[in-house]
């Protein structure tokens, strides 16, 4: 009987997985994909200086900095990958976010040792990655889908401040690459940047 239980606790899963893109819509810059790994039967404050893990879109760019903290200094495993603008515009966003999450779950399981057996892993809607499940609003409803959203967006806004710096006629820093006026108008009056989508910008 000890044994039978034994054998039935190892077949538990160890971590449930979350992955989750940024930047699907911009006019510019990559899409980023995270795979985040909760561990099963760790507990992990869901408040942070007041604010609950939420959807990345839901919080504010001060608390997801402080969660995407959190979430590090908490030992979450992850990893983050992204695919060019130049890729993009090659075999389309969708193609190139499924290509990032198939690439963020390899680099999970070799880097931090978790197992695909070990593991259960849940996509936010719109990803597909082999052994996982697609849920519709999964950014919302599962824990660690919302902190792959989190250090997905917060690692992509940090790329984008950085790349103003060496585009600064079109306030990437402030808009991260989407569609906004002030955007529009920038590419009206300077073209394209090497990092804008092209197909993505056919019409401005």
């Not at 999450?101 to 597909?128: C, M, N, Q, W």
């Not at 920038?186 to 090497?194: E, H, R």
């Amino acid at each position: 009987m000890k044994a039978g239980k034994e054998k039935q606790h190892q077949k538990k899963p160890l971590f449930i997985i979350g992955i989750d893109e940024v930047g699907r819509g911009p006019l510019a810059g990559p899409v980023m994909v995270c795979a985040a790994a909760l561990e099963v039967g760790k507990k992990i404050s869901l408040i942070e200086n007041g604010v609950k893990l939420n959807d990345s879109k839901k919080l504010t760019p001060k608390s997801r900095e402080k969660w995407a903290e959190k979430l590090k200094e908490t030992g979450v495993p992850f990893a983050i990958s992204s695919v060019s603008p130049a890729v993009i515009d090659k075999i389309n966003v969708s193609n190139a976010a499924n290509l990032a999450a198939r690439r963020s779950l390899r680099k999970l399981f070799a880097e931090h040792g978790i197992t695909p057996s070990g593991s259960v892993i849940f996509l936010d809607g719109g990803l597909y990655a082999p052994g996982g499940k697609t849920v519709i609003g999964a950014d919302r409803k599962i824990k660690a889908v919302m902190a792959a959203s989190i250090l997905a967006k917060v690692k992509r806004d940090k790329h984008m401040r950085k790349i103003s710096s060496k585009y600064p006629e079109y306030g990437f820093d402030k808009h991260k690459g989407y569609g906004t006026k002030v955007h529009m108008a920038a590419i009206k009056k300077y073209g394209l940047s090497p990092i804008h989508r092209k197909t993505f910008c056919r019409s401005v």
